[in-house]
């Protein structure tokens, strides 16, 4: 069975930083694509960065780049979320996903194109 586990979210001021880290189990995804995704309050679900496979192109939504890094530890089989320079504007209900391919170009960022989801681990950003 395979699972992800976001963890590392939290309520921080404006400026401050957050890592986020997925744990996987179940799977490896380090030869295909693996994502975060938020969903802000009552809003749809969207892209915030993508690694399309370990040592591989990385992506970034324009709203979060030069801020956010998303990274891999295949050791640890864990994917990261690096956020600095937190803003208001950031807090949402923060997803990791995999992907059992790699996904390019658009396809990176639409989420019916990843196979497996975490619970999701919310960050709010207080101004």
């Known amino acids: 069975q395979v699972q992800l586990v976001e963890s590392g979210g939290g309520l921080v001021q404006a400026g401050d930083s957050l890592r986020l880290s997925c744990a996987v189990s179940?799977?490896?995804?380090?030869?295909?694509?693996m994502g975060w995704f938020r969903q802000p309050p009552g809003k749809e679900r969207e892209f915030v960065a993508a690694?399309?496979?370990?040592?591989?192109?990385?992506y970034y939504a324009d709203s979060v780049k030069g801020r956010f890094t998303i990274s891999r530890d295949n050791a640890k089989n864990t994917l990261y979320l690096q956020m600095n320079s937190l803003k208001p504007g950031d807090t949402a209900l923060y997803y990791c996903?995999?992907?059992?391919?790699?996904?390019?170009?658009?396809?990176?960022?639409?989420?019916?194109?990843?196979?497996?989801w975490g619970q999701g681990t919310q960050v709010t950003v207080s101004s």
């Open positions: 996903a995999g992907a059992t391919a790699r996904l390019y170009g658009l396809r990176r960022e639409e989420s019916r194109e990843y196979d497996y």
């Open positions: 179940g799977r490896t995804f380090s030869s295909s694509t």
């Open positions: 690694s399309i496979s370990s040592g591989g192109s990385i």
